[in-house]
């Protein structure tokens, strides 16, 4: 018996994404800052599209867009974010609100199917403002003062200005409701090539790792680069680099199979070219979805500081900046993405973690979440060539609007 069930219409989600991509344009992608004009434009867009899916309409006091449901039956939230990086990709975000605004107008008008998707655009997952502050408010991990505190991270501006230019000043931030959603969805290209060089279509997201970043200082000795002998040097910079060296050279064996890690940024004091660096920064960064193995390099990494400080003839220091837990994406939700990709999408799926951080993962913390990801050609992202080919993006929104009927459905 053929499948009558309804679908999702590839030719509106395209023509959706590519509204999208219009406003803010810069080259073949974007430049959508939070709070941004166009990321204005962009909020104010999916609010005149959600009650075309039989959604109300709301922002609340941080900048996050709700669609909620009047239908009987459990309610699925899905969901992603609207702003970009700085000259970035037309995809990263947009594509996962389309993805469930998509599912809404399919799933919320199918009187066959008990229950309805919400949808949801988070503000600044991309952390111009601060970490994940959108999803992080409605899952009550931002505090007032914490938005008192906020700046862009480019301009310096600060946040409650931001929020009062939007018109949200005094607005109430919308807290999760116990009990009300069955779950949470999103939908992200991939931003990596293992979809891409596997001829794969779809990747169910089992993992999302956390992010530990440290700031690893270097003391030395200030003093001039022409008269001081090389054997008497205590060179901040030069000990910055055998360092960095020194952690490419063990890492490799205390890793997870996934790990990565990061130096981006170092910073030499006082960085001028006549003068011997007496201090010298770095700021390092692990990723991985196993609390273990960043635990065992973090314990690698303050052995080789004091090693390196016993050694000299500088002074290292490790300090952590930032915890990330990961977290586990819910098994039934990843069985509904895998079954859904067998049913249209010739079954060309695999299960693999997410390396980059999402709003999922905070929406994980108050109810079970799922990721779907789709390719990225090249496996390029945070850059303005981020694309991913129309058919894939066609067929990623298939599997995501029947597994949100799936879950709906038990």
């Not at 975000?93 to 389309?98: E, F, M, R, S, Y």
């Not at 837990?325 to 299960?351: C, F, H, V």
Request: glycine share 12%; with cysteine.
């Amino acid at each position: 018996m053929p499948d009558t069930k309804p679908r999702a219409n590839g030719e509106r989600v395209l023509a959706d994404l590519n509204a999208l991509r219009a406003i803010g344009a810069y080259k073949t992608g974007v430049h959508k800052p939070t709070f941004s004009e166009p990321h204005r434009q962009s909020l104010e867009w999916l609010m005149q599209k959600l009650p075309d899916a039989g959604l109300a309409a709301a922002i609340d006091g941080i900048g996050n867009v709700f669609g909620t449901s009047a239908k009987a039956g459990p309610k699925l939230l899905a969901g992603s974010h609207l702003e970009s990086q700085n000259y970035a990709g037309w995809l990263d975000g947009p594509l996962g609100v389309v993805y469930a605004l998509e599912a809404a107008r399919v799933l919320n008008a199918d009187p066959a199917l008990r229950g309805a998707v919400e949808v949801a655009a988070w503000c600044d997952e991309e952390g111009h403002f601060g970490s994940f502050l959108g999803s992080r408010s409605y899952v009550g991990q931002v505090t007032e003062a914490e938005i008192d505190a906020a700046r862009d991270r480019t301009s310096g501006r600060p946040m409650r200005d931001a929020l009062a230019d939007m018109g949200l000043a005094g607005r109430a931030r919308v807290a999760a409701e116990p009990g009300r959603h069955v779950g949470y969805l999103e939908a992200h290209i991939e931003q990596g090539d293992t979809l891409e060089s596997g001829k794969l279509a779809i990747g169910v997201v089992t993992s999302i790792v956390g992010i530990w970043q440290y700031k690893i200082n270097f003391i030395g000795e200030q003093n001039h680069a022409g008269t001081t002998r090389m054997a008497v040097r205590k060179d901040a910079g030069l000990a910055l680099a055998k360092f960095c060296l020194a952690i490419d050279e063990r890492f490799p064996g205390a890793c997870g199979p996934r790990t990565v890690w990061t130096t981006g940024r170092i910073t030499l004091d006082p960085g001028a070219p006549s003068i011997i660096p007496g201090g010298a920064e770095m700021l390092f960064q692990i990723r991985d979805d196993s609390p273990a193995v960043i635990a065992r390099l973090e314990d690698l990494l303050r052995t080789m500081a004091d090693e390196a400080s016993e050694k000299g003839p500088c002074t290292v220091t490790v300090e952590k900046i930032r915890t990330g837990a990961p977290a586990m994406m819910n098994p039934g939700i990843q069985d509904a993405i895998e079954t859904a990709s067998k049913a249209l999408a010739d079954g060309r799926s695999i299960r693999m973690p997410s390396g980059a951080g999402h709003d999922a993962q905070m929406l994980a913390t108050v109810m079970p979440a799922g990721m779907l990801f789709v390719p990225s050609i090249g496996g390029i992202s945070h850059h303005w060539t981020e694309n991913t080919a129309d058919a894939d993006i066609v067929t990623g929104a298939q599997v995501f609007v029947d597994s949100c009927r799936r879950i709906l459905g038990g």
